[in-house]
């Protein structure tokens, strides 16, 4: 008996702004592309981030500007292409709730849009703080119930 080929409408790519997140939008384009689906950019910040923004220390305003800017890079990317994109932004960790980080976040997101595909950068090799999804990859990796590509 023949595997019936994978069905995917929706794909999940988490980015941090990083160049190894706007790798994994492209790739997340072709992922939607060849099954004609949709995909979610979603903007994950930080500990340090979401630590500055409840202490004030950061405006969010100032923070949702900066994510926009990069959302903007990740809809200039699927421009050529018949891909459909939407985004987010979300909180990695939580100050409140201990089970809350970067992988989790990712993995809540894909339940939440019914994701059926899931592209997600690697830990980058500069080791830049800003860097979110450094360990979420791993996580991912290890606990989607989606198919998940990382790159």
């Known amino acids: 008996m023949t595997e019936p ?4 409408d929706s794909v999940l790519v988490p980015v ?22 949709s995909v979610h950019a979603m903007y994950v910040l930080g500990e340090e981030l979401v630590r500055s923004i409840e202490s004030g220390a950061v405006a969010e305003e100032d923070v949702v500007s900066e994510t926009e800017t990069f959302l903007d890079r990740v809809r200039d990317l699927a421009a050529d292409s018949d891909v459909s994109v939407s ?11 201990k089970t809350q980080h970067p992988g989790s976040a990712v993995l809540d997101a894909a339940e939440d849009i019914d994701a059926d595909f899931l592209v997600i950068p690697r830990e980058p090799l500069s080791g830049e703080p800003g860097e979110v999804l450094e360990k979420a990859a791993e996580y991912v990796l290890l606990y989607a119930s989606q198919p998940v590509l990382s790159v």
Request: avoid cysteine; charge should be negative.
């Open 16 to 37: 941090d702004g990083s160049d190894e997140s706007a790798d994994a939008v492209e790739y997340a384009v072709a992922v939607a592309e060849k099954y004609g689906a």
């Open 87 to 97: 985004t987010s932004n979300a909180y990695g960790f939580s100050t409140v709730r």
């Open 5 to 8: 080929p994978l069905e995917v």
